[in-house]
């Protein structure tokens, strides 16, 4: 697990977690959570100013990073004992020099033993299995991935009932075997996963929610009525930092469907960004087109030609003597989406599109005589020996005659070619007499 804001090989000195928190190494979980919940508004990127916001950033992370080691009572006990070289090897040594013992942090974390005794040996304490992740997709605009978003939600999600303490039973009830599972808490099950294809899997036992024991009727407890969980709704808020891109994801640990005897899994959303009807992105650019009058190209232009994702107009200055030809682009440096480090930007590219008057804007034969004089003369008659008059179609369909001249080339151009194919592909012939 990186710091953030550390650079691989870069030394820097490790920050006490307890401290940065501002709270006692004898703290509860209510004294860190409450910590934790100050902290993180002190230094959430949208409540400081945009100068600072890429300080606040590192900051909020590592604040948030304080506070998902400590609110585990494994995690916590390992920073406890060896500090962040527990979640970071590179941090650390070898057994004897400070470092981490492997097999001490193994039997600790998931109840293995590499050799010789210890808490992780035969009838040591067992590791709960981690729960599934909850993945969902998170669809965004591009004006919210330039200006950040903070988005606050109502989950629904399972919780271990507080009554029975995830049993599933009465206060001193007894619970017998599982008769569908034998006590084993899983059982096989035959999933379709396309058609005609059956995948054999183990699933928990639906019978006993996979505790391998099961409550008569009149033994269950009131509140899940056995279930072991009841479905609580909590309030959960994700942050998207400016600058993000489609495909990031964004993980709330420890927030999904929790059920007895696991550590519950994180709900992942993963960022769709939707299209926009003026800009398009390519990583840190971004492109849109500039619409400009004939008049504009040829003279030069002063005005707000477009409105940018944040509602700022953006003004283009553009003097006269410089025309401008279709399909050129224009660089605005600094004007595309920010980047998630520093204050950066990239840059905006205007691709520029000229609007031509219609066939009778001007009003007589004499405006074209002096539109004519103002514009660059003709280019020269090509001289030949031979010079037809033919007739046009204007407004032709081009890619129509494409498509007409694709299928007139796949047709054979001669007959006989043909038939002198077909002999060759072993077509018919008469007998040798």
Known sequence: MDSPGRNPGEEEEEIDFYELLGVEKTATQTEIKKAYRKAALLHHPDKVPEAQRAESEVKFKTVTQAYEILRDDEKRQLYDQYGMAAFDPSRGGGPGDGGVDLNDMLAQMFGMNMGGGGPGGPGGPRRPRRGRDEEQQYKVTLEELYKGK????????????????????????????????????????????????????????????????????????????????????????????????????????????????????????????????????????????????LAEALTGFSRVVLKHLDGRGIHIDHPRGKILHPGEFLKVVGEGMPRKRGDDKGDLYLHVKIQFPEPSWLPGDESYDALQKLLPPPNPAISTDEVDEVEYEADADIEQSYQMGSRSSQRPGNMWEDEEDDDEQGAPQCATQ
């Open 150 to 293: 903070t988005v606050k939600f109502a989950a629904n999600k399972r919780v271990t009932c507080s009554q029975c303490k995830g049993s599933g039973g009465k206060d001193k009830v007894k619970p017998q075997q599982c008769d569908r599972c034998k006590g084993a808490g899983m059982r096989e099950a035959f999933r379709q996963v396309g058609p005609g294809l059956i995948r054999q899997e183990v699933v928990p036992c639906d019978n006993c929610e996979g505790s391998g024991m099961h409550y008569k009727e009149k033994d269950r407890c009131k509140k899940c009525k056995g279930k072991r969980t009841t479905e609580e709704t909590k309030a959960l808020e994700i942050y998207i930092p400016r600058g993000s891109q489609q495909g990031e994801r964004i993980v709330l640990e420890g927030e999904a469907d929790q059920l007895p005897d696991q550590i519950p899994g994180d709900i992942v959303f993963t960022l769709v960004e939707e299209p926009h009807e003026i800009f398009s992105r390519a990583g840190d650019d971004l492109t849109a087109e500039l619409d400009i009058t």
